[in-house]
DNA sequence: TGTATAGTTAGCTTCATGGCTAACAAATTA
DNA sequence: TAATTTGTTAGCCATGAAGCTAACTATACA
């Protein structure tokens, strides 16, 4: 319970980094190896291999070794729990602005049952 | 150019932080002031001002200040900025995801294309 | 068996983050 | 005008993140 919030706040933090965010775009593509993984990226293994630890910590990232070949593989769930949050919260901010829009209408409407009564120079304007 | 992505760095990165999460979920439901918004939480409020800026900077809030009282709101794109990433993530999975249940098609049609020529004790076993 | 490959561990530096207190500024209210 | 409210600025501290090199392990190849 109180884990899943702390899970959101590791994929999170995992994502704000751009290796990373590349290696996860890489990955969506199909598995592959650290080696592979690392190629494109002018940095040192172990500091690639942090990026990968923090992938995998946050639960975005899967691997195993088989020999001397560690492969990784995208784990889908994180990834798709970040994104219902995204959902949830759009959710909320369309409801608000469904009762804002309600809210304005409201008003829109008592101002030319107003206007209707008391015709001024203004009211000409409104075309529709 | 470049600099869509450092958002996107900014914006996950704003969001790891489950005090600053929570208050992107409390501005979902509407504008508040610092004062309004700091009040859930145990933590000075030159702390609390940081998240706002944190927030800011990374383009999901915004504020304006008049008299003595700064009122934060939500800047909604940013938010759906981050999200179409998780979008677009998700459609090269499952079109990879798609390519490989193809590829699982072909392999199972042409085991049963052989297993029609040559039956064997394991050709009885699928149902359809 | 010896050598190259693929990762891993250890340990170091630097900088960013998240928290604090204390003191200050500017509006409101009495 | 004096006191209160609401932020803000400055500066400190502890921790963690992101990079590096050097040295090591374990597998695969010749």
Redesign the interface.
Known sequence: MANK??Q???V??A????TR?AI??RL???EASVGELADPFAMALPSFMKHIHVLETSGLVQSEKSGRVRTCR?S?DA??G??D???Q??A??EA?LDRFEAYVMKLKKEKEQAAAKRPSRTARKKGS
């Open positions: 919030l702390s959101l706040d590791q999170f933090a994502l704000a980094d751009p965010r996860v775009m969506c593509a199909g995208l889908p990834l798709l970040a994104e949050w995204f959902q919260q759009r909320i901010w608000r």
